[in-house]
């Protein structure tokens, strides 16, 4: 009855019962990110996510797609796949969470020459992971081997899909000269830059990620550029929720400040960004020193230790911090908005 | 300000300028796809897409997300990127649309190692056409360069969001033995057998994608391999709006038959398929000659000319055959729905 092993299939580089069997090895922690609004998966050509029309009014969806970019070669360096799961799903959900969304559903692809196990349970057990946590659901996947293709290295890409009621969605188009900018910690590279970190670090400087420069004060390269991406959802909800003017989020990806920031900017308004509010972490000053880059290329390409920004009015600054600090996050105030031209100026890099 | 060319950033292999530029050249088709729920775009961090609730009383949301496969190196054989956009658009639609769900929005990927026109503005203008074509959205997509990873080659995901209204979701749970099942005829492999193929074709057969071989009747092994995806979502649209009772679809993928058909079929019925009514394509004539492959191994592993099935009331089979040929498709009754296990079995296969 056909059900017989796909030997010939199997011979040409793709096996459909290896994927199938590791695939149950990770089931439960898929299961567990279940939301009530997931309906039963039927057929499983797609998954149902049925909308809770009760909590909306006008409902907006707001969905994003990413990958990791090469932080997945870094994984591979340290043979370390668990984190980039995190990396995935947080960075997915952070860049809805900056319009307000709340982040519903969560679907990954992985593609790869060979199936690989632990690998391909590793950050399979990492996304359900991060998903479970910010209360998303896991709806579905693809995993795509591809002989021929990819050599060692795979792909990992997730898509998100969140909510928020019209009225609520945060646009940016409420910033106004005079407030506040709040910068909320990164710890790390989070999933941007890699390209010229590597090449910086291990190119040009001669480093490995077991390397353990002393600016790194006793970490490893590797331990410093393999930190999960952080998930500011936590931070954003708990404002929503107390109804705090949240005008404009920026989620610092690749572009760093200079192009994350206008994105939510008015064209009548800028920005100037203060250092040193928020520490430049040991890493970016490694890659700096030994890149021999220039401060601005380094805002440019980098979080610098920012992960997120958010502006507010003045006078709701200090309960923004409150709820930075009891939701977990490190943040500060690191900047103000000015009359401009919809650009980022940074004291001490650019004319202020 | 920051604004200058990120240098350093472009001699590391990533170029954010030229992924502009390349962008804005297919604006103007990616901007044609916006549906009147698109909301304009802001910030640009996630896009928006309002549910239309007056069209809704308990709105589902289905999502899926997949690959185009090792398509892709048959592409990059022939050079000739114009048709993978529309091969994942059309094949995540069917994925959604095989549960009933209109699809509203999509998302794509673009993996590659350095950044190359006019491959690039290729693959988006598939992507918004084949988008376009079926009321689509394209509401965001992400491109990855990551230099070191994937050579020449380049990966291409989708993921798509549709919506259903609960009590018209199409599940499979009223199956019954005496159904009838239609075939909807495919034009090639679709994305799915890639590899098989190619290992079959190229390294056991000797061909190149220039050969005629005979049994392709003029046409080369590329042009044969290179056709897109056909979407199947014009056919089930119109019988949803004439009620037909479509008890259950399946879309034929990875898995062909064997694993595709019982994704929903109810455990106590199963499904017998009679082979010719609907052609065998010349391709897969080829492809099994050649690899010496059995008829299941082939329908285990390819479509087989058939790239959807229908599931419905024999009394309701003339009128579905009305609507395909009506919405343009080929189709023919391939089959019947008996008491079973769940399973599959084609005559002059499998026992019957």
Redesign the interface.
């Known amino acids: 009855?056909?059900?017989?092993k796909?030997?010939?299939?199997a011979?040409?580089?793709?096996d459909?019962d290896l994927a199938v069997n590791l695939l149950n090895r990770v089931k439960a922690k898929i299961s567990a990110t279940r939301r009530p609004e997931a309906?039963a998966p039927?057929?499983?050509?797609?998954?149902?996510?049925?909308?809770d029309?009760s909590r909306y009014r006008?409902?907006?969806?707001?969905?994003?797609?990413?990958?990791v970019?090469?932080k997945?070669?870094v994984a591979g360096m340290m043979s370390e796949h668990r984190f980039v799961g995190h990396d995935i799903v947080n960075h997915c959900i952070n860049?809805?969470a900056?319009?307000g969304?709340e982040p519903?559903?969560f679907?990954?692809?992985i593609?790869m020459g060979k199936l690989r196990s632990p690998l391909y349970e590793q950050v399979l057990e990492g996304i359900a992971d991060a998903c479970k946590a910010q209360n998303v659901t896991l709806?579905?996947?693809?995993t795509?081997?591809?002989?021929?293709?990819?050599?060692n290295?795979y792909?990992l890409?997730g898509?998100?899909?969140?909510v928020v009621d019209?009225d609520r969605?945060i646009?940016?188009?409420q910033i106004r000269p005079g407030h506040t900018v709040i910068g909320l910690a990164s710890n790390g590279l989070h999933t941007n830059?890699y390209?010229?970190a590597?090449?910086?670090l291990f190119e040009q400087g001669g480093l490995t990620v077991h390397s353990q420069p002393a600016e790194l004060g006793g970490e490893s390269v590797g331990q410093a550029l393999i930190k999960p991406h952080t998930c500011y959802w936590p931070a954003i909800r708990r404002a929503m929720e107390l109804n705090l003017p949240l005008h404009?989020l920026?989620?610092l990806t690749?572009?760093g400040?200079?192009?994350n920031i206008p994105?939510?900017l008015p064209k009548e308004v800028g920005v100037v960004c203060n250092l040193g509010a928020l520490p430049i972490l040991p890493i970016f000053q490694l890659i700096q020193k030994l890149?021999g880059?220039d401060g601005?290329?380094m805002?440019?390409?980098f979080n610098m230790g920012v992960g997120m920004v958010w502006m507010v009015p003045a006078a709701a600054a200090k309960d923004a911090l409150a709820v930075c600090a009891e939701t977990g996050f490190t943040a500060a105030v690191i900047g103000e908005v000015t009359p401009g031209d919809g650009?980022?100026?940074?004291r001490g890099?650019?004319p202020v």
């Open positions: 009855m056909g059900k017989s796909s030997t010939l299939y011979a040409a580089g793709v459909i309906l039927i057929g499983g050509f797609g998954g149902l996510f049925q909308i029309l006008q409902p907006v969806l707001v969905g994003s797609v990413d990958g970019g090469t997945l070669m860049d809805i900056v319009q969304a519903l559903y679907m990954d692809y593609g709806l579905g996947g693809e795509a081997e591809m002989p021929g293709m990819y050599g290295d792909d890409v898509c998100i899909n969140g019209k969605l646009t940016g188009e830059g390209s010229l590597r090449r910086v404009g920026a989620h690749g572009g400040f200079y192009d994105r939510v890149g880059i601005i290329e805002h440019r390409v650009t980022v100026r940074i890099l650019d």
